[in-house]
Nanobody, 122 residues
Framework: HVQLVESGGGSVQAGGSLELSCVVS????????MGWFRQTTGNGRNWVAT???????RYTDAVKGRFVVSRDIAKNILTLQMNSLQPEDTGVYYC?????????????????WGQGTQVTVS
């Protein structure tokens, strides 16, 4: 079965940087759309960024200019470079994959999810 495994979370001071990675295994072929979502305590998963196979990237307004999403399509690896981190970026970050050719920001459009990695900015 398809597995997504994130890594790279941790604690950082405001203004610092972190890079998250997500490795996808057992998926046949290229993944049309991948994304990152953030969840905070008591809230649902909120869209952070997506990247399709072109690759075209999209970001939520709060992270534009600070975060960069990229992917190695051949290896099915997704990364999220997070710069100028702020306390409001704190949360559990989830990697997700979708078989849809078009990327949507709705969590329900993604069938495959990682276990999440904690990012804490203080």
């Amino acid at each position: 079965h398809v597995q997504l495994v994130e890594s790279g979370g941790g604690s950082v001071q405001a203004g610092g940087s972190l890079e998250l990675s997500c490795v996808v295994s057992e998926y046949s072929g290229k993944i049309p759309c991948m994304g990152w979502f953030r969840q905070t305590t008591g809230n649902g998963r909120n869209w952070v960024a997506t990247i399709d196979s072109d690759p075209t990237t999209r970001y939520t307004d709060a992270v534009k200019g600070r975060f960069v999403v990229s992917r190695d399509i051949a290896k099915n690896i997704l990364t999220l470079q997070m710069n100028s981190l702020q306390p409001e970026d704190t949360g559990v970050y989830y990697c997700a994959a979708s078989s849809s050719r078009k990327c949507f920001s709705r969590p329900s459009s993604f069938a495959y999810w990682g276990q999440g990695t904690q990012v804490t900015v203080s």
